[in-house]
């Protein structure tokens, strides 16, 4: 009787009996478990004490788990297509080279290439593929959506996420999108098809009420996507 006291001790808290075992058996560091409430479908952590009789029940913090969700997707194999309507070599050098200055600070994050087509005809055929699929597909155009560069740094995560890691940016060429592809912004009741271009109904965004050509504005779009990336990880190379 006094060898088994010497394990464990029976003890009446508030009419609760509760088993409690001496320090030997106690790790010194507390430890974190999952406990579920079947009543009320709620996740719990369970925090116990090391020394304590009476382990607490917190509800997570929901806003920080979605925080480090976000950042973690940071580091998971995230691709990026520019698809453009043009030559390489008929791009300005000193525009090339702001190009692959943000291609490459951007590299640890997620992987920029740009897809060069001869003509619309092909552009189509490349994004039918990708469609295909089921890559993001975001469409650039003078009547699209506009973002601020906080709400365009959430979109550019919301549609990896859609395209399972994988987006597409469309530029059309020096007259901008070909028609087959506009027709798609005002068909409010598009809602995909196998047999048209896109399988599900694509995005359109303006990067600017102002006019560009089509190799400024694939320069200002990697600077911006490399800008969403710095926003999600609160570097502070965005500034308000």
Request: proline residues 3%.
């Amino acid at each position: 009787c006094i060898l088994f006291s010497h394990f464990f001790t029976l003890m009446l808290i508030e009419k609760q009996v509760v088993f409690a075992s001496f320090s030997t058996f106690i790790p010194s560091k507390s430890y974190l478990h999952q406990f579920h409430n079947s009543n009320t479908n709620n996740n719990y952590q369970y925090v116990p004490h090391s020394l304590s009789l009476n382990p607490t029940f917190k509800k997570p913090n929901t806003s920080a788990i979605s925080t480090a969700r976000r950042k973690s997707s940071l580091f998971m194999g995230l691709e990026v297509n520019i698809r453009i309507v043009g030559r390489k070599n008929g791009i300005e050098q000193w525009l090339q080279e702001a190009y692959e200055m943000y291609e490459t600070r951007l590299s640890r994050d997620i992987t920029v290439q740009t897809t060069f087509h001869k003509n619309n005809s092909d552009l189509i055929k490349g994004i039918k593929q990708d469609s295909n699929k089921g890559y993001g597909i975001v469409l650039l155009d003078e009547k699209g959506k506009a973002y601020t560069s906080q709400e365009f740094s959430g979109k550019v995560y919301d549609w990896l996420d859609i395209g399972g890691s994988r987006l597409v940016f469309v530029i059309g060429g020096a007259d901008g999108l070909p028609p087959e592809l506009k027709a798609y912004q005002y068909d409010y009741n598009y809602g995909g098809s196998s047999d048209g271009i896109f399988k599900t109904k694509p995005i359109f965004i303006c990067l600017s009420l102002m006019t560009f050509t089509h190799q400024w504005a694939r320069t200002i779009l990697i600077e911006q996507i490399y800008r969403a990336a710095e926003i999600q990880k609160g570097s502070g190379y965005h500034k308000e």
